[in-house]
């Protein structure tokens, strides 16, 4: 289990390593929620996204032996990018087991940030896990699960550290903390953060409608699956269910879930490049727009958003763009 | 004349107000340039630019009785809503004097900031000096130059007093630190504060092809001007000439000035969507497409560029990501 200790010894690991994001407003954001809006841009995270965080964690947890041998990741997205770099910074070998069918753009990213990159076949069934054990075996790879994996789950607690720090610094001392929720790593992380360092602050999972499994899990007080496996442009944040291990941090420490939909994480992205200067991905805006178009499910003076990421292409930026029109 | 003492006590007046942005940097980037880019992103800053701290150096360091007369300000664009900003928040009135064909976003957001806007016609040639002195001799308002006036540069040189250290931080102790450049406000302040606190860093200004006149002026020895008064898309950043008090200080402490072509300024606005994920404008991106375009032009291992604001419409920035495919 994760302990606020082992935030705190991450947070040491992190330092000088990890980005210190700022917090960061607008005064016409504030307008539109109706009360104070402050956002913790990971996307100006390495690699684009929170995941570097829990990564470097990870890697940096491992004993100098066990990391010497290398590390592996299932991933398609975020957590390929965090894995590799943290792992290369440490001079570890990564490889990352990806869909041959995912964006080219993320495979030459993954490798260009040094990982072995080992292709599967989705559509034809083969067996990824199978896959990755044969690697991990043979080499004596370590496994780092994207979000079910304590030293993962400290990692991304360190932006829980950060926000309790830089909003008492702006005055702030109660708030609800929204986060962009998939497996529950960063927002379990968040939330224990919080428990230890901001009693007047509670984390919060948001998510896309129609894929908000952990909000259903807290409100049945149990772990339920979502309907279809994808079907969302907020495709980082998609998720089968909430984690093993997550889930029970979640389960005491969170308020209700929040679910947006697609064209409101799209909005939410015009309006964090007009009013922040920030690029977000769809599945990294929706804790800011749950915060600015869900003012009547949010209490206090003063709600806080995790932009969990920028990772978007041309496109998809432009169709965001297109939305404010 | 601006002196490190009063870089010192502007920083002083800042802290807290001013957003500390953090120095930003990629792989990637690295690769195209051959060496070592770190990014100031001052389009986060509170208005989208750097002009938000010239702009609280000034109006801070007016006698309360002065101040609660109210200021005003000429400018379509970022020193705009940076004074109206930072009026506001010490609750003295602001007027702008704005040429009625303004964006109507910029005049919009202006007046959202609390600021009364008087629009003039300067197609039909209204004298637009002669509209400012009547309400500032009117009202006993003072006058915030964009960039020939002491208090302002001081506020701009912050930028560089966070350079020195952040880059301390990271390990770097001598690199060429390029700035967006127009009447030279930022440039001068970045060079003095540098002078004082980063003996083996040096400022160089950047600005676009055909509006070189800085680096035209450096070379001379002398102020020339530019030979048009418009014609880049970066229009932020176009000045006539340098300043009466800045070129002095460009003079004695810049590296030779850079200048890069609209379509680099636009490619660098896509690099830093794909690879810092944030929004820059044409001219607050200038100084990082000369990092990344114009190696040969540099020395050193490390170069550090100002990205210094981000307004920009939809329409421009869909240009710069078509710019990178």
Known sequence: MTSTAMIE????RLKGHARLTPLLSSPFLNEIAGRRVLVKPECLQ??????????????????????????IAFSSGNHAQGVALAARAHGAPAVIIMPEDAPR???????????????????????RDAIGRQHAETRGLTLIKPFDEPQVIAGQGTVGLEIAKQAAEQGVEAAEVLVCCGGGGL??????????????MRARPVEPEGFDDVARSLSAGDIVSNAAPSGSICDAIVTPQPGEITFPILSRLCGPGLAVSDEEALRAMALAFSRLKIVLEPGGAVALAAALFRPDQIEGETVIAVATGGNVDAEMFQKAMASAE
Chains 1, 2 share one sequence.
């Open 105 to 127: 753009m993320k495979i030459d990213n993954t490798r260009a940030l040094g990982a072995e990159v080992v292709l599967y076949d989705r559509k034809n069934g083969e067996d």
């Open 9 to 12: 010894a991450a947070a040491a």
């Open 46 to 71: 390495h690699t684009g996204s929170f995941k570097f965080r829990g990564a470097w964690s990870a890697v940096s947890a491992l004993d100098p032996d066990t990391r010497r041998r290398g590390v």
């Open 187 to 200: 927002t379990s992380g968040v939330a224990l953060a919080l428990e230890a360092h901001a009693l007047r």
